[in-house]
Nanobody
Framework: QLQLVESGGGLVQSGGSLRLSCIAS????????IGWFRQAPGKGREGVSA????????HYADAVQGRFTISRDSAKKTVYLTMNSLKLEDTATYYC????????????????WGQGTQVTVSS
């Protein structure tokens, strides 16, 4: 059974850091790109970052470029999103998702989704 499980969310002060994890199981992890998306209350789900399977190429939304870093560990079947210099506007539920092949920031191209982890940034 294919599964993606996010963890690492929580409450953090503005300027702080968090590292989210997305642990995959039940599929060939190395054949799938993983993306991180977020959804704030009353807003649509937006792409945050994504990493390809074989090339390791990465993508970042302009809003997080230079603050967030995505990485993957094939041995652990885990993708990390390291978030630094967090801002109030980063508050959202963060989801990881999987799709075959190259990474994309288009959420509609992702087939498998986790349940999400809440990130709340306070002032």
């Amino acid at each position: 059974q294919l599964q993606l499980v996010e963890s690492g969310g929580g409450l953090v002060q503005s300027g702080g850091s968090l590292r989210l994890s997305c642990i995959a199981s039940g599929f060939n992890f190395d054949a799938y790109a993983i993306g991180w998306f977020r959804q704030a209350p009353g807003k649509g789900r937006e792409g945050v970052s994504a990493i390809s399977s074989t090339t390791g190429s990465t993508h970042y939304a302009d809003a997080v470029q230079g603050r967030f870093t995505i990485s993957r560990d094939s041995a652990k079947k885990t993708v990390y999103l390291t978030m630094n210099s967090l801002k109030l506007e980063d508050t959202a539920t963060y989801y990881c998702a999987a799709r075959r092949g190259l990474a994309s920031m288009d959420r509609y191209t992702y087939v498998y989704w986790g349940q999400g982890t809440q990130v709340t940034v306070s002032s």
